[in-house]
């Protein structure tokens, strides 16, 4: 193991460090110095590398002469000792071999050429150091100096002893009252001079020892008023269990009073916390009620790059962390990466600051930057600090002239020593005066001093970006992708294109070209050539029913029942108002996150106007062609019951009240299966995507009405529907040959033909531009108007004709011949075979009072036969001509009634009340 860390000490530069690794053999098991203890030599002998360095490796002497490499020490040799924590395993060794670097550093320079070491009484005197392994161990410690130390300094082989201390308060204090002999007053003192500790127990009552470090309680000073001033509120404190973390932290509660912070919490953790110790505390702070604006870590290095990681782990940072000893080394660079961005950290010395050491003459870069090229690691305060306990005991023992303990420890309890690490000064306590500065690492990972404003090289950065942002910031496409952004503090972009959006978090951020989404929507043409064809059909219907109502006292409308036609023309008035649904559209059912394209839970309000349209379809089609057609069915069904009672010469009134129970059986039918179909499964607005791009975002889609069992629903309205249409026509067929003057059965057949003749025809059709939109649309909306035109036109239009266009010249007398096969003529022409048998009838019969025809005020057409002389011979005659024909019996109730039909308008109410029924 010795060995090991020796080759990983001396192999960034082999022209300074040459380590003479040497075991004590002969001390007892109690002194503590065991045969592991490793105890490193570096001398100034002419044998050593020190006294053979090449000067150049530090660069040149201020007048540029070459520097020559020989060294004469005519005043003899000082001892200067000190333990140090030199195995990888230990828990300082990392601190510690930065400490080590920079002493030894320091040393080299001082006994080599042309310093040529320590010069007292006008002799120059080389240094040797020796250096022993404490593990990191308070007992291991106080061993070396009772058993190795101090017999170093009470040996004649120096002129001089001299102590300087390992890295850690905790190590320190086992020296202290040994060096001050504070048990043994009698004993002679040695001078200590500490690089590496804070903690002020260390030093009080010691007037010998001396630190380099800043009191422990003004180590935070700075860092918590410049975060004060940046506007934090809150903070808490995470420190470990040790003397000099916990001194730091412990510092809080008076910083919190006096910035007027709100001191959250202090938590304390036990010594090298691991993950296991510090996820639990991040997790409690990361809670919304818990989280501070800053958090003072005060641990030692293997404490910081856990912490972070449980930092990390959580997903949460404060605005503000700070930790006590990490910013700035390679190990907690190295340990964390990038996650050590905008972390901050106290100091009290950063390479920028203008100071020059006035013993080896390096200004603090021109140190860090040969520490680098030294070590290879990144110089420290930490290595800073020690360098400069080495620079600071040299320039006293120089100004005291003099080797002794009092002498020296009176300069430097006095003086100002000018050090690479500063203006070094030691209050009455034996500690650094120097205030600490307030560091942070910027985007590119560089430390920077942000505080005290004077001394600072960048701006502070508060609050510091979460991890998202950070993760952005390094790891995402955002500022390199093909559409570019910055990176925000939620970790999205914010994209320079408007026609982009950012997707992703932390390091997925990128910014996405958003394309247009087709969302095959009906053309706004089409859409309003529906509006047309639905207001033609609705001007048509309100004017059929205008010209009915006006004209219902004529026998073409009578006859054909005002009622019904009122009822087929709004029938195919609530079909044609459905081609309003149709055009109506939308967008998702739920809204689209514009970032992801993706649907979210967060219902579209505008959905439920676009699924009422989808139900209000079936709807105001059904309940239309339920109308309609039960109008045209409850027709077709009362000439098939005057049709039968006319065949028997059985006197039949068939009135509204026969058939309406007809339509009533329709409309509630479709009714019954629409309500069924609206409560348990309606159809609803849905869009389905039809082509996305490679990033996964819609480019086309299409929306449709639809329902799970919607089929269930639409198959029994499709069934019933052609039924009916199938037995209505059955029923045009029975009644074909009745008199299509005022029967109306041609145009009724026609109406029934023309509907299912375009239903049949649409449904291929529609399969067919199912993928067009527009077409669909068209398609549908032209089925609609065409099925309710269509009857608008057949039912209607005949008998605005008749009424208006085709008029009987004024007395002309109208013929009717009868044959023997019941074959009859509308024109007064024989339309039989046998023209030998026929029966004419004058026009002029109206005033035969054996004869009369009277209309019903619904419409319905009733007749008697009556004769004082022989009403039994002429009924017979007229049922052997008809030949029981039923519609040659329709014609002659006809003809009769026609020629009559001035009498029969004067006696209508009255042989309403009194004839008999044939």
């Not at 098991?29 to 000067?55: C, K, L, P, Q």
């Not at 949460?316 to 700070?322: C, D, M, T």
């Not at 087709?518 to 047309?532: A, E, K, P, Q, W």
Request: net charge negative.
């Amino acid at each position: 193991m010795a060995a090991r860390f020796l080759v990983a000490a001396v192999a960034a530069s082999v022209h300074m460090i040459c380590i003479i690794m040497m075991l004590i053999p002969a001390v007892k098991a109690t002194t503590g110095v065991t045969r592991s203890t490793i105890i490193n030599r570096r001398g100034a002998d002419t044998t050593s590398i020190t006294s053979s360095m090449e000067i150049t490796a530090f660069g040149e002497l201020e007048d540029g002469a070459p520097a020559t490499d020989e060294c004469t020490y005519d005043g003899g040799i000082i001892s200067f000792s000190h333990p140090m924590s030199l195995k990888s395993s230990d828990k300082f060794f990392s601190t510690g071999n930065l400490q080590l670097s920079a002493i030894e550093m320091m040393i080299d320079e001082i006994n080599t050429s042309p310093r040529c070491g320590v010069t007292v009484g006008g002799k120059k005197h080389g240094i040797h150091l020796t250096t022993f392994g404490d593990d990191s161990s308070k007992d291991k410690v106080s061993a070396i100096v009772k058993n190795g130390m101090m017999p170093l300094a009470e040996s004649t082989e120096y002129v001089g002893s001299y102590w300087v201390g390992p890295y850690s308060s905790g190590l320190t204090g086992s020296m202290s009252p040994l060096a001050n002999s504070t048990d043994d007053p009698t004993a002679a003192k040695t001078v200590l001079v500490a690089g590496g500790a804070a903690s002020t127990p260390v030093f009080a009552g010691n007037p010998t020892i001396f630190g380099t470090f800043p009191p422990s309680k003004l180590y935070l000073a700075q860092a918590i008023e410049a975060l004060a001033k940046a506007g934090a509120k809150s903070a808490t404190s995470v420190f470990e269990s040790a003397s000099f973390t916990k001194g730091v932290c412990a510092a809080m509660p008076g910083l919190a009073d006096k910035f007027n912070l709100t001191l959250q919490d202090e938590i304390e953790v036990v010594s090298s916390p691991t993950s296991v110790d510090l996820d639990p505390v991040a997790r409690n702070l990361s809670m919304a009620e818990n989280d501070p604006d800053i958090v003072v870590a005060c641990v030692y290095d293997q404490g910081c790059a856990e912490w972070v990681a449980s930092m990390r782990k959580t997903g949460w940072s404060p605005r503000a962390q700070v930790f006590t000893v990490c910013i700035g080394m390679d190990k907690f660079k190295d340990a964390v990466g990038t996650d050590a961005m905008y972390m901050m950290g106290v100091s009290p010395w950063d390479p920028s600051l203008d100071m020059q050491d006035q013993v080896v003459g390096w200004s603090a870069m021109e140190f860090s930057e040969l520490f680098l090229a030294t070590t290879q690691r990144t110089s420290t305060y930490h290595a800073a600090s020690a360098a400069a306990s080495v620079g600071a005991l040299v320039q006293a023992i120089e100004r005291a002239d003099s080797f002794g303990t009092e002498a020296v420890s009176d300069v430097l309890a006095s003086q100002e020593f000018n050090t690479l690490y500063g203006l070094l000064s030691f209050d009455d306590n034996g500690q650094s005066q120097a205030p600490s500065l307030h560091l942070q690492y910027d985007k590119d990972m560089s430390v920077q001093t942000v505080y005290p404003i004077e001394f600072r090289s960048a701006e502070l950065v508060y609050p510091m970006p979460t991890w998202d942002a950070r993760d952005c910031n390094m790891l995402s496409k955002c500022l390199t992708g093909e559409e570019t952004g910055v990176c925000q503090e939620d970790g999205t972009c914010k994209c320079d294109s408007e026609n982009a959006v950012s997707t992703g978090v932390g390091s997925s951020a990128q910014c996405v070209y958003i394309p247009a989404e087709d969302m095959t929507y009906v053309d706004t043409s089409l859409l309003i050539v529906g509006y047309i064809l639905f207001a033609v059909q609705a001007f048509l219907s309100v004017a059929c029913t205008a010209w009915t109502v006006y004209y219902r006292n004529r026998r073409v409308v009578k006859a054909s029942q005002p009622l019904f036609l009122c009822l087929v023309a709004f029938g195919a008035f609530l079909m044609s108002l459905s081609i309003i649904p149709v055009g109506i559209q939308g967008e998702y059912r739920y809204l689209v996150d514009p970032i992801t394209g993706v649907p979210t839970d967060e219902p579209n309000t505008d959905i439920d106007r676009v699924d009422a349209a989808c139900m209000a379809l079936p709807w105001l089609f059904s309940m239309g062609f339920a109308v309609t057609f039960s109008a045209l069915f409850a027709k077709i069904w009362r000439i098939k019951l005057v049709f039968q009672a006319a065949r028997t010469f059985v006197r039949k009134q068939v009135g509204v009240k026969d058939v309406v129970s007809i339509m009533v059986a329709v409309i509630v039918l479709q009714a019954i299966v629409l309500i069924a179909w609206n409560v348990a499964d309606p159809l609803i607005w849905q869009r389905e995507v039809l082509m996305e791009d490679n990033n996964g975002y819609p480019t086309r889609s299409i929306g449709t009405c639809s329902s799970t069992n919607g089929l269930a629903f639409l198959i029994p309205l499709i069934v019933i529907d052609a039924l009916m249409l199938v037995y209505a026509l059955y029923l045009c067929f029975v009644t074909r040959k009745v008199s299509a003057e005022f029967q109306e059965g041609t145009w009724i057949t026609a109406s029934i033909l023309s509907i299912l003749q375009i239903l049949v025809l649409s449904i291929p059709i529609l399969v067919i531009v199912d993928a067009d939109n527009n077409a669909f649309y068209f398609v549908r909306v032209a089925v609609i108007f065409l099925v309710s035109s269509t009857v608008t036109m057949l039912i209607f239009f005949p008998k605005i004709y008749r009424l208006h266009f085709l008029k009987v010249q004024n007395g002309a007398s109208r013929r009717t011949g009868f044959r023997a096969t019941g074959q009859f003529s509308t024109t007064g022409n024989q339309t039989g075979n046998d023209s030998g048998q026929r029966t004419s009838m004058n026009s002029d019969r109206g005033s035969d009072p054996a004869r009369r025809t009277t209309m019903d005020s619904d419409g319905g057409r009733r007749f008697s036969i009556a004769s004082e002389n022989g009403t039994t011979a002429i009924c017979r005659k007229v049922a052997f001509q008809i030949n029981s024909s039923a519609a040659s019996a329709s014609q002659v109730i006809e003809e009769l009634g026609e020629d009559h039909e001035s009498t029969t308008e004067k006696k209508t109410q009255s042989d309403t009340n009194t004839d008999e029924e044939v």
